[in-house]
């Protein structure tokens, strides 16, 4: 479906469902240059499941219009906006990535409007290595491949049926470079992941349970990563969670069962 944003179409993938006022929501977003189908078997599965769900593509990615976030603060005044354009008091809000920190820091701005909050392969600070970022910029078809390659657990394609992640990141990350001819969507992402500096800030501003879905091969943002920001939400007395999910960074496609039940167990619980 299209929501109009700040005067913008921008598109939700709903799991075929009409929202249902009476059902909580959650929305889900993306990391950097991915699009709402990273979520396929989580969005489908809460549609079905008692949960209205918004998997959105970010303002200037494929099927959303209007310009690109270049901050990590600039998206989640969008996120903000969005809740009020989609008519919602309140929804649970689920990032992966450059997603986690705007998931974070919205929640951290719309306080008791945030149900529950799950960073997937999070880290704070994000920091992306200089030879990535100018890479980003100036050969963005080599740091595709590069962070496909440090973003899967392996590279190999599966034995018997299946998908081969490597392959199908390779082609996102060009479908979504591609959409948006004025914008260089790879490096603005990382740029606004590698400028944040607001994530122990935000944890502590934070009213609603949080969890952390981390991926035990992630080279992206490895577990210890995230230990700053799990050690400053437990100091300032959050209810948290930890989840240990047994592949890489891209852990809706290469652990989709376990990101899914992680998912589905806080949402239930908390």
């Known amino acids: 479906m299209n929501i109009e944003v700040n005067g913008h179409a921008v598109y939700a993938y709903t799991g075929g469902k009409a929202l249902r006022p009476e059902q909580p929501t959650v929305i889900l977003i993306h990391g950097?240059?991915?699009?709402?189908?990273?979520?396929?078997?989580?969005?489908?599965?809460?549609?079905?499941?008692?949960?209205?769900?918004?998997?959105?593509?970010l303002p200037g990615h494929c099927r959303s219009q209007g310009p690109a976030p270049a901050s990590v603060e600039a998206a989640a005044d969008f996120i903000a906006a969005l809740l009020d354009a989609a008519g919602l008091e309140k929804a649970a809000l689920v990032g992966h990535s450059w997603g986690s920190l705007i998931a974070l820091q919205a929640a951290a701005q719309l306080g008791a409007r945030v149900s529950h909050l799950a960073l997937v392969g999070t880290a704070h600070p994000m920091k992306v290595s200089p030879a990535l970022l100018e890479s980003a910029l100036n050969t963005p078809e080599q740091a595709i491949q590069m962070i496909n390659t440090f973003s899967r657990a392996t590279l190999s394609p599966p034995n018997g049926a299946g998908s081969w992640v490597f392959g199908a990141g390779v082609a996102l990350g060009r479908r979504v470079l591609a959409s948006n001819a004025q914008v260089n969507l790879l490096h603005t992402g990382f740029t606004a992941c590698d400028r944040y500096t607001g994530g122990e800030a935000a944890i502590a501003a934070i009213t609603c349970p949080v969890l952390f879905a981390l991926g035990a091969q992630d080279q992206m943002t490895p577990p210890k990563a995230a230990q700053g920001l799990i050690q400053a939400a437990q100091t300032a007395g959050k209810k948290t969670q930890r989840v240990l999910l047994p592949m890489g960074h891209n852990q809706m496609t290469e652990s989709p069962d376990e990101t899914l039940f992680a998912l589905r167990d806080f949402l239930q619980a908390a």
């Open 32 to 57: 950097v240059l991915c699009d709402h189908s990273v979520w396929a078997l989580q969005s489908r599965y809460l549609a079905n499941h008692g949960w209205n769900v918004l998997a959105i593509d």
